[in-house]
């Protein structure tokens, strides 16, 4: 029964639990089989885009490339129909921060301004129709590739039970002299307005919550702050690591509704004291 199959469709934010840096047992539990990093879900479930190899350059490293490939290819769709997880984590992060660039009408790319943006792939695209996220025909379009991922889910992975992640931008960081300041004008990072940003991603995830009814665990209830000795460094979704034990609280909750047999280890292992 464990470790429990796990896959991530968003980003770090959701990604991070299942890495030994932020929750350093969690391969007891659940083994995260596979990621789909910083997507939007229009691109996801829109069809697949042919391109040269050799044109998906500028990446700085090889997860990089093999993400910026996959937003491409959508190849993460067969992949979660042969290897059935128990559970799909979705956040919003590639939607919210990046929105997407129309091919066509069939196919779209996340516009990610680290990754697709640099490649000669994306310079040789003479017209670059990007779609504004805040618009309302971006939402429009947003709901009818979302209600295709969980039609997909239906139909091919009648097992798996869907997680939204509702989490939300911090615009504060505690600085390594220990002060709190804001990231918005830190210099550190691409400037945003977070109120907006945030309300977006609520407006994502209400829809899903209220159309589908999924798992949900929700981390909008606590503020938490970004830090910077992060891995990542200081961002608007690298948390302080009682983020993530939190997280993965919750979400031992949700799996001992799944398998109940686990009980007694998590009991030991986390809820003794509640």
């Not at 505690?174 to 940003?197: A, M, P, R, W, Y």
């Amino acid at each position: 029964m464990l470790p429990i199959k796990v896959a991530v469709v968003g980003s770090c934010v959701t990604r991070d639990v299942f890495n030994s840096r932020f929750v350093k047992n969690y391969k007891k539990y659940y083994n995260c089989i596979l990621t789909q990093n910083q997507s939007s879900m229009i691109s996801l479930m829109s069809d697949p885009v042919l391109f040269d190899s050799s044109k998906i350059d500028n990446q700085k490293d090889t997860y990089s490339l093999k993400n910026t490939r996959q937003d491409l290819t959508k190849e993460i769709l067969p992949l979660l129909k042969e290897k059935q997880p128990s559970f799909i984590i979705l956040d919003f992060f590639g939607d919210v921060h990046f929105s997407v660039l129309k091919l066509n009408d069939k196919q779209y790319i996340t516009n990610n301004r680290w990754k697709i943006m640099k490649t000669t792939f994306y310079k040789e695209i003479q017209e670059k129709n990007v779609l504004d996220n805040q618009s309302d025909e971006y939402f429009m379009l947003w709901k009818k590739y979302i209600d295709i991922f969980f039609n997909f889910v239906k139909k091919e992975l009648p097992e798996t039970v869907v997680i939204l992640h509702k989490t939300r931008n911090t615009d504060f960081y505690i600085s390594t002299d220990l002060n709190i300041k804001k990231l918005s004008t830190s210099g550190k990072v691409k400037v945003e307005n977070i109120n907006q940003l945030n309300d977006l991603w609520g407006k994502f995830d209400n829809y899903v919550a209220e159309t589908y009814k999924p798992e949900v665990i929700d981390m909008t209830q606590k503020y938490y702050l970004s830090y910077e000795k992060h891995p990542w460094g200081a961002f608007y979704v690298h948390f302080t690591l009682d983020y993530y034990t939190d997280f993965i609280k919750k979400l031992h909750r949700i799996a001992l509704n799944k398998f109940p047999e686990i009980y007694p280890l998590l009991l030991s292992d986390f809820f003794k004291d509640e």
